[in-house]
């Protein structure tokens, strides 16, 4: 799996936008870049998924350069639920390393009032 | 659906105790997983199954051992609990394999050892 980069912490007002990068500069062709959240005392749960370009979902939305180097993990107008921390994966389906996602130290948000 | 669910979610060992922590899934998924997640670290893969019947290691198995008699259960053993081994264990499930393929997480276990 790519090694992959994120900042470890990260805070925020409630209502504003958060933008979490992450970078991969050794993502391979085949790889794909997906975005975890886990809350406190939680299992991690899945929250977007993308190759390039832009993804959204109800959630977030995911923004991918041309050399796919890197990668933005948006949350528009968070909230104080949104405090979690927030994992960045890149690999791809087929890797026979795959079994395992490699979940790294993610970045903590902290969101208040 | 419940999902992924795990039980007990939380239990104290002394040194040397055994026990036995149970994972269950309804979404019929064929992989399942085991990570321990330790304070300020991401999750470490312990064991992993790939179909009933089927187990394998993964990153960090020594002193754990798991079985996946049924395909809704996977089971993860410690036979002699160490102090090294309190942690916070996530049972997971997936369709495929692979880091395409979401995985979904059970609650969690947290287990401290003595």
């Known amino acids: 799996l790519a090694k992959t980069t994120q900042p470890i912490s990260m805070d925020s007002y409630e209502g504003q936008e958060v933008n979490i990068t992450c970078s991969h500069n050794?993502?391979?062709?085949?790889?794909?870049i997906t975005w975890y959240q886990q809350f406190p005392s939680q299992g991690p749960r899945f929250i977007i998924q993308g190759y390039k370009t832009k993804v959204t979902n109800e959630v977030a939305s995911l923004f991918i350069p041309a050399d796919r180097k890197s990668s933005t993990l948006s949350l528009p107008r968070v909230s104080l639920s949104d405090t979690a921390v927030y994992y960045c994966?890149?690999?791809?389906?087929?890797?026979?390393?795959?079994?395992?996602?490699?979940f790294g130290k993610g970045t903590s948000l902290l969101v208040t009032p | 659906n419940a999902g992924v669910t795990q039980t007990p979610k939380f239990r104290v060992l002394k040194t040397g105790q055994s026990m036995t922590l149970l994972c269950a899934q309804d979404?019929?998924?064929?992989?399942m997983y085991w990570y321990r997640q330790d304070p300020g670290m991401g999750l470490r893969l312990i064991h992993y199954?790939?179909?009933?019947?089927?187990?394998a290691k993964g990153e960090v198995p020594d002193g754990y051992n798991v079985s996946r008699l049924k395909k809704q259960n996977f089971l993860l053993g410690l036979e002699s609990a160490a102090p090294s081994q309190t942690s916070v264990y996530f049972c997971a499930s997936s369709y495929a394999r692979g880091a395409r393929e979401t995985q979904y997480f059970g609650p969690g276990t947290r287990l401290l050892v003595l």
């Open positions: 050794n993502i391979a062709t085949n790889d794909y």
């Open positions: 994966l890149v690999g791809d389906g087929r890797s026979n390393s795959g079994y395992a996602l490699n």
């Open positions: 979404m019929n998924h064929e992989y």
């Open positions: 199954s790939v179909g009933e019947g089927t187990t």
